[in-house]
């Protein structure tokens, strides 16, 4: 099987050597090394390659007009110092199944599709599935162009520089029409897994998210000489809020996480006068998130106003609960349980995918591969090799079962 050799080629590129994690942000000298072995890969085995108007990579076996197609893949992007399976293993499990089903001598009737989205993980620009997104036309080409990472740089300047035309992206109606499934194979970011003793499992649901901006805005001051009493400090409205939102999120079975933050005038020896939380919050349905969420909200007003800090909040984003195909969800069930006599178990997860984005516009589902410590979006992602081993042949006997029936 060609998975170790793929994967011990993919593994160094993007890699940082100070904290082993990966920096594979879109439209980088890193995310052309990852468009590069893409390409490479899919000219090897003979299959044509394509790179879509918005920057998406497409391997097919068999003609795509044809319509009805199987297609299987992910992302290669990354977070910042991110691990290495969260994307990656779904892309090169979708290359080593295809070499799988060509030693079994399998016999498609389906034309077969291999892709890697762009921008998946929003690392740089700040909203996950970019390419996914244009494709299925949830962003427009004009909320495209206002997107600008931390430099300053905007998406379309970037994507130039990497010798893609930002004025073609768009949505993509015709692609989509010629895709009849979507399997996305996906490191699981969680101990589900784990915890059941199972290799791989099949998504049922992405659990609703969003991520809501929190601005406490205070007065700035000498931080030695401004008595306690006399403070309007926004850090303290803040910290309180963080906890109340872990206390929320265990109420609720659910998470709440502010993991990004900036404070004006950053000073050491100053008072803040202005300190923007970003709040990530997901639950199991949308009853539970807005507790939570809603719960957050009345504990940072209440706490604002003790301290004399004034408090906006900014939904930036949201994602309803999706449902992923009930019909296409049973037959991966009855593939890899009544045809191989695996169990596998069906397991929700509060990760977003590309997978969620395109299940408004195709019928998608997921497999995930067991993740030993649960840990993800960090150089301590893992999967043993069986693991993989398993996950690649599950994802092999799911296409010839969709693709060669």
């Known amino acids: 099987m060609?998975?170790?050799?793929?994967?011990?080629?993919?593994?160094?590129?993007?890699?940082?050597?100070?904290?082993?994690?990966?920096?594979?942000?879109a439209w980088t000298d890193a995310d052309a090394d990852c468009r590069a072995w893409f390409?490479?890969?899919?000219?090897?085995?003979?299959?044509?390659?394509?790179?879509?108007?918005?920057?998406?990579?497409?391997?097919?076996?068999?003609?795509?007009?044809?319509?009805?197609?199987?297609?299987?893949?992910?992302?290669?992007?990354?977070?910042?110092?991110?691990g290495a399976f969260d994307g990656p293993l779904g892309v090169v499990s979708a290359f080593a199944a295809l070499d799988e089903l060509r030693a079994r001598d399998a016999r498609l009737t389906r034309p077969l599709g291999i892709v890697n989205f762009g921008d998946e993980e929003g690392a740089r620009f700040g909203l996950a599935c970019v390419g996914s997104r244009l494709t299925a036309g949830q962003l427009t080409r004009d909320q495209a162009h206002l997107l600008t990472d931390g430099d300053g740089v905007s998406l379309p300047r970037a994507m130039e520089a990497a010798g893609h035309d930002p004025d073609a992206i768009g949505a993509d109606?015709?692609?989509?029409?010629?895709?009849?499934?979507?399997?996305?194979?996906?490191?699981?970011?969680?101990r589900a897994l784990d915890l059941s003793g199972d290799r791989v499992g099949i998504a049922s649901a992405i659990w609703p998210h969003g991520r809501w901006r929190f601005d406490f805005r205070g007065e700035a001051n000498h931080a030695g000489t401004t008595r306690l009493a006399d403070r309007h400090d926004p850090m303290l409205s803040y910290a309180e809020t963080v906890l109340a939102a872990r206390r929320e999120a265990e109420l609720a079975g659910a998470v709440a996480t502010f993991g990004k933050i900036a404070v004006e005038p950053n000073g050491v020896n100053a008072i803040p006068s202005l300190v923007r939380g970003w709040l990530d919050s997901r639950a199991e349905d949308q009853r539970s998130?807005?507790?939570?969420?809603?719960?957050?909200?009345?504990?940072?007003?209440?706490?604002?106003?003790?301290?004399?800090?004034?408090?906006?909040?900014?939904?930036?984003?949201?994602?309803?609960?999706?449902?992923?195909?009930?019909?296409?969800?049973?037959?991966?069930?009855?593939?890899?349980?009544?045809?191989?006599?695996?169990?596998?178990?069906?397991l929700g997860t509060?990760?977003?995918?590309?997978?969620?984005?395109?299940?408004?516009?195709?019928p998608t589902a997921m497999l995930f591969v067991r993740n030993p410590t649960g840990v993800s979006h960090s150089p301590a992602e893992s999967a043993s090799e069986d693991?993989?081993?398993?996950?690649?042949?599950?994802?092999?006997?799911?296409?010839?079962?969709?693709a060669c029936r």
């Open 173 to 190: 109606p015709e692609r989509l029409a010629r895709i009849g499934a979507f399997v996305e194979l996906h490191v699981e970011q969680g």
């Open 387 to 402: 693991d993989c081993v398993a996950g690649v042949l599950a994802l092999t006997d799911v296409l010839e079962g969709l």
């Open 2 to 25: 060609s998975f170790h050799s793929m994967w011990a080629e993919l593994l160094p590129v993007g890699r940082s050597s100070a904290s082993g994690g990966y920096r594979r942000f």
């Open 350 to 362: 509060g990760a977003g995918h590309d997978a969620g984005i395109l299940s408004g516009s195709i």
């Open 39 to 82: 390409e490479d890969q899919a000219r090897s085995r003979g299959l044509t390659h394509e790179v879509d108007r918005n920057g998406n990579q497409w391997a097919w076996l068999g003609d795509p007009a044809a319509g009805d197609a199987v297609v299987t893949g992910s992302h290669l992007d990354s977070v910042p110092d991110g």
């Open 289 to 346: 998130l807005d507790t939570v969420v809603g719960g957050i909200e009345k504990a940072a007003r209440s706490h604002a106003d003790a301290h004399g800090v004034d408090l906006d909040i900014v939904r930036e984003s949201f994602t309803p609960v999706v449902e992923f195909d009930h019909v296409l969800r049973d037959e991966l069930a009855r593939i890899l349980g009544t045809d191989t006599g695996l169990t596998v178990p069906v």
